[in-house]
DNA sequence: ATCCCGAGGG
DNA sequence: CCCTCTGGAT
């Protein structure tokens, strides 16, 4: 997809919120960091539901570290992965506390350190609580990205470095977050809500599964 | 019954 | 590259 279409096609998703009952409820960086951690394989609903009395009882890494994955498992039981998520969770606030002075990073390196953090974690943290000039490429996003045709045979890599090139700087932050929301909640990859998408313009998937159901 | 999904490990 | 973890969605 040429430059100035991509550009079109972010504009186009970051001035649109698909899903405001799902919207992100953590901004500060620990809170943030954890539910994204608690995230993966789980619904946004789920993991707002759990996390309030989490962080209730744990408001900051060093509460969650004295908590541990031990304490901290009967609270995320309602969500997938929740056992490795508790050790996770429980080293990480280990860490803040004894590399980090009880604070999250705000770099890359010292976030993809922390256990049960990689690059997309790292990413959203970076961009919502830290706001840099970050994109976080998950699946879905790079699904959307796939059927719009924006960087045909790339690697998720190189569709987060095209986002981050193309897109204007003013639409950072809702960009990030409304792309992971289309690509979660309207280009689904089983049963996508193309009547409803605002890339529609830019798919090539649309003529075959464009109609809402009856 | 099968797919979803990010991180980590083989 | 492959696989596993797990509750939820379909």
Redesign the pocket.
């Known amino acids: 997809m040429p430059a100035a279409q991509a550009e079109s096609f972010i504009r186009a998703l970051a001035t649109a919120n698909p899903a405001p009952e799902t919207e992100l409820i953590y901004h500060d960086p620990f809170t943030l960091l954890v539910a994204v951690v608690l995230s993966?394989?789980?619904?946004d609903?789920?993991v707002n539901r759990c996390t309030p009395a989490l962080f209730a009882a744990a408001p900051t890494p060093e509460r969650m570290a004295a908590l541990g994955a031990e304490g901290i498992g009967p609270y995320i039981?309602?969500?997938?992965?929740?056992?490795?998520k508790a050790k996770?969770v429980g080293a990480l606030a280990r860490d803040l506390v004894d590399k980090h002075g009880g604070r999250v990073p705000g770099d890359r390196e010292a976030l993809?350190a922390l256990?049960?953090?990689?690059?997309?974690?790292?990413n959203v943290v970076l961009n919502i609580a830290f706001g840099q000039n970050t994109m976080a490429v998950?699946?879905?996003i790079f699904?959307l990205g796939n059927r719009c045709g924006l960087a045909p045979g790339k690697t998720p890599r190189d569709v987060e470095d095209m986002l981050v090139r193309r897109c204007p700087p003013d639409l950072l932050r809702d960009a990030h977050h409304w792309l992971i929301l289309h690509g979660?909640y309207v280009c689904k990859?089983?049963?996508p809500e193309c009547w409803r998408c605002v890339a529609r313009a830019f798919c090539n998937y649309r003529d075959k599964v464009l109609a809402p159901p009856a």
Not at 77 to 84: K, V
Not at 115 to 122: L, S
């Open positions: 993966a394989q789980a619904t609903a789920a039981r309602s969500i997938g992965l929740w056992q490795a996770n993809e256990p049960g953090v990689g690059r997309k974690t790292a998950d699946t879905h699904r979660r990859a089983r049963a």
